[in-house]
């Protein structure tokens, strides 16, 4: 796709999905020959759950690339997976007995096959036909290095909606990878005679007259003048640009959490798979487990310590008591062949049974079920003196698992190796996405079943 045009490409098929989602579902009924009142209401609420669901995972990520129909046709069909489990989880709680297994894969097949022949008939339009090609229009840079490579990438390809024709500086590009055209001072006249329409500088003016005249003239020109700001000439790490209302933000993190609708997303999976778990496994297992850490040794069912949360706030983390009574518990994490675990203990702590008293915690809003793991107080004081940004880890809430316990980040972990751990928290905090989590679940319970050598 164009990518000048990308929004407007996306709102188009955004609208086009939910026409051919509800189109196919009533085209479903008007072959449903016989169907009940009950049936016909039962597709009625299919249809509205069908879009809804469709709508918040467009917010989630992104199903609308842009370049090529491979990609395209990636995006599509995990969304359409991703749609297909959730859609499937909602349906058996919720009216199971409105809408036939038949009629919904009729429904998902249709949908499918209408998606993706819209999404190559849309990218033909552009490739073949031409779509706004007469709109693409000339540019040149102003400046050489990394920044200035990176565009006259992104300007050159076939779909960026551009003509790329070189670059004005006044010393040529080291690498001999971009085109030189002459001086700066040269840039204005040539675009003029050669009817240019876009100028991408990457040069920080050093003086601000001067930079006002170069636009002043381009603009008499019917030119635009765009800055493309070198960061790392002022940083020395990436950064994050947005607008909110009207102020330019930077941020040193790109926090996808951030987004209200994100959290919204993240909280109301954590309520259904937690209430989806309760009522098909946790109802029985959690007073048998309780039983037996009732028996196994003489103390409390439950082992309550308070651990470092979100923002760092301080909450009770649920376990089940996996040690005999000692007074170590809140100084002294445990480690292999631990003399203070009872035998059921090192059980549950190879299996991580002993976590699930956390799901009150999720409950409570106090953790997720994916996120950093929480530490003892004790030990956020220690590493947040140690190890350079170990707070940040505390942006998001606690976890039940993580990236990082499941990437072999798992135990007493000291010196290269909490780095380490705090990498990968942080790495998931940049990175997070819906179907993220359903991976670190998924490596979760296989871990789990096969044993976690790193669990102790």
């Known amino acids: 796709m164009i990518l000048r045009f990308r929004n407007f490409n996306r709102n188009v098929l955004f609208l086009l999905d939910l026409v051919l989602i509800t189109a196919s579902a009533f085209a479903i009924r008007s072959m449903m020959t016989g169907t009940t009142g009950q049936g016909r209401e039962g597709l009625l609420a299919h249809v509205a759950l069908f879009d809804l669901v469709w709508i918040l995972l467009v917010f989630v990520r992104d199903p609308y690339p842009p370049v090529t129909f491979v990609n395209v046709s990636k995006a599509t069909l995990r969304h359409i997976l991703t749609h297909f489990l959730v859609l499937n989880t909602l349906v058996f709680l919720l009216y199971s007995d409105l809408v036939s297994r038949d009629m919904l894969l009729m429904h998902y097949a249709i949908v499918a096959a209408c998606v993706f022949l819209s999404r190559l008939g849309f990218l033909v339009l552009y490739r073949e036909f031409g779509l706004f090609r007469r709109d693409k229009r000339k540019a040149v840079i102003i400046g050489n290095g990394e920044v200035s490579y990176k565009a006259a990438r992104y300007l050159a390809r076939p779909d960026s909606g551009y003509e790329f024709i070189g670059v004005f500086n006044d010393v040529p590009d080291p690498g001999g990878r971009l085109p030189l055209l002459g001086t700066k001072d040269e840039c204005i006249d040539y675009c003029i005679r050669n009817e240019v329409r876009e100028i991408f500088s990457t040069v920080m003016p050093e003086t601000g007259e001067h930079f006002r005249q170069m636009i002043h003239r381009a603009e008499d020109a019917c030119i635009r003048v765009k800055y493309l700001p070198d960061f790392k000439t002022i940083f020395s790490r990436e950064v994050n640009l947005s607008m909110e209302n009207e102020l330019l933000i930077i941020r040193f993190r790109d926090e996808k959490l951030e987004r209200i609708e994100n959290r919204i997303v993240k909280r109301a999976f954590d309520l259904l798979f937690t209430g989806v778990l309760f009522f098909t496994v946790l109802w029985w297992l959690l007073p048998i487990l309780a039983f037996a850490v009732r028996l196994s040794s003489r103390g409390p069912v439950f082992f309550v310590q308070k651990r470092s949360g979100r923002d760092g706030k301080v909450f009770n983390c649920f376990k089940f008591r996996t040690m005999h009574v000692n007074a170590e518990a809140d100084l002294r994490a445990a480690r292999p062949d631990d003399d203070r675990l009872t035998r059921l203990g090192a ?82 905090i940049e990175n997070w996405s819906f179907l993220l989590d359903i991976q670190i679940i998924l490596k979760t319970m296989r871990l789990m079943l096969a044993g976690d050598r790193n669990a102790y």
């Not at 997720?368 to 140690?386: C, D, F, I, K, W």
Request: net charge positive.
């Open 347 to 428: 059980f549950l702590r190879r299996t991580s049974l002993d976590e699930l008293p956390q799901f009150l915690n999720v409950l409570k809003g106090e953790m997720s079920v994916v996120g950093p793991r929480p530490h003892m107080l004790l030990h956020t004081e220690a590493y947040r003196r140690l190890i350079n940004r170990y707070m940040v880890r505390h942006f998001l809430k606690p976890g039940i698992t993580g990236w990082a316990q499941t990437n072999g980040c798992r135990g007493d972990l000291t010196g290269n190796r909490m780095e380490e751990r705090l990498r990968k928290d942080i790495w998931y």
